[in-house]
């Protein structure tokens, strides 16, 4: 990988049999909370681009994916395994991600659940404010490339000049504590861009340029909008926003993957070879201790064919043979 400065060859990638063996941070509250506001766009009828900015190895991709409707487009911004722009980004890169991230691993695992890739930009986000991205062209717009506040804060405003009016922005890591640059730029733009939160998870912060209204009223309606999640109300600033904690149940079903059959069959067969293993391996342990057992009488017998007289060794035998 280049992009980190390491000279080692990345692994090569394992194929998914399903989502959960993506590695990556994108947890089920998330993928909840993904699903619902996407599904709730198809409902009332809102159309529009997908964009991602930073997809490390494609779980939150996969997920966006699955909603994207014919005519639509889905953009994936990502250095992957590039040079980063300037020497923070490069730290930033080898220290999180040190030799995983690469295109080839992002290919591998979104083929394994789509027919298509989406279009892949192989370049730092902030290509993208030279207008490739057509302006109000997006619906829903993830952010969790850089957590430099410089990075962010372009990326931000990448995302609202590509989201249509009723458009949705997530921020990823809006408040870890080894992401103070997020959080900056996050609340910056709240309080002087004019994004309006809708809710909050442990991980994202959800917005819009819009009205929040709607969406805020039918969490509240719909108790997170599963079984297991709860909606609590807070006011910053004078604006209303939702913290959407819990954990939804059943969690999120996804397909598996196009693999799934081979890697279970393959998993079937390792798991009887080790099972065979193991049985060979406790037969020759029984064995062993058998002749354990055994080699006390075998040795005094050697001995005393060795040691007695020959007389009363040949009595001792016709003996035993009597007996």
Not at 22 to 39: I, M, Q, S
Request: with cysteine; net charge negative.
């Amino acid at each position: 990988m280049t992009g980190t400065g390491l000279t080692t060859e990345a692994p090569r990638p394992v194929e998914p049999a399903v989502l959960g063996d993506v590695p990556g941070w994108f947890w089920d509250l998330d993928r909840h909370a993904f699903d619902w506001f996407l599904d709730r766009q198809e409902v009332t009828g809102l159309t529009g681009d997908l964009l991602e900015l930073g997809a490390y190895l494609g779980r939150s991709a996969i997920v966006m994916g699955r909603h994207l409707r014919p005519g639509e487009k889905f953009t994936v911004c990502d250095l992957f395994d590039s040079d980063a722009p300037d020497e923070d980004n490069a730290a930033e890169m080898h220290m999180s991600y040190r030799r995983t991230l690469t295109r080839e691993a992002f290919e591998t695992n979104y083929l394994a659940f789509h027919d298509e890739l989406p279009t892949l930009i192989q370049a730092p986000t902030s290509v993208l404010a030279d207008g490739r991205v057509k302006a109000g062209s997006c619906r829903f717009v993830h952010v969790d490339a850089s957590h430099l506040y410089e990075h962010v804060a372009g990326d931000i405003q990448v995302a609202r000049a590509a989201l249509r009016t009723a458009g949705v922005l997530v921020l990823d890591d809006y408040r870890s504590a080894h992401t103070p640059g997020v959080a900056a730029a996050t609340w910056e733009a709240v309080f002087n861009q004019g994004l309006r939160p809708i809710c909050l998870t442990e991980c994202k912060f959800y917005g819009t340029w819009g009205d929040p209204e709607p969406f805020q009223r039918e969490l509240i309606r719909a108790s997170g909008g599963a079984e297991g999640c709860r909606v609590v109300t807070d006011t910053i600033a004078g604006q209303r926003v939702l913290r959407l904690g819990g954990a939804p149940s059943p969690v999120p079903f996804f397909p598996v993957s196009r693999h799934h059959d081979r890697i279970a069959e393959q998993a079937e067969q390792l798991a009887a070879e080790h099972a065979a293993e193991r049985a060979a391996g406790q037969l020759a342990a029984r064995r062993a201790a058998a002749a354990a057992a055994r080699r006390p009488v075998a040795v005094a017998r050697r001995v005393a064919a060795d040691l007695l007289p020959p007389v009363l060794t040949g009595a001792l035998r016709r003996a035993r043979r009597r007996g």
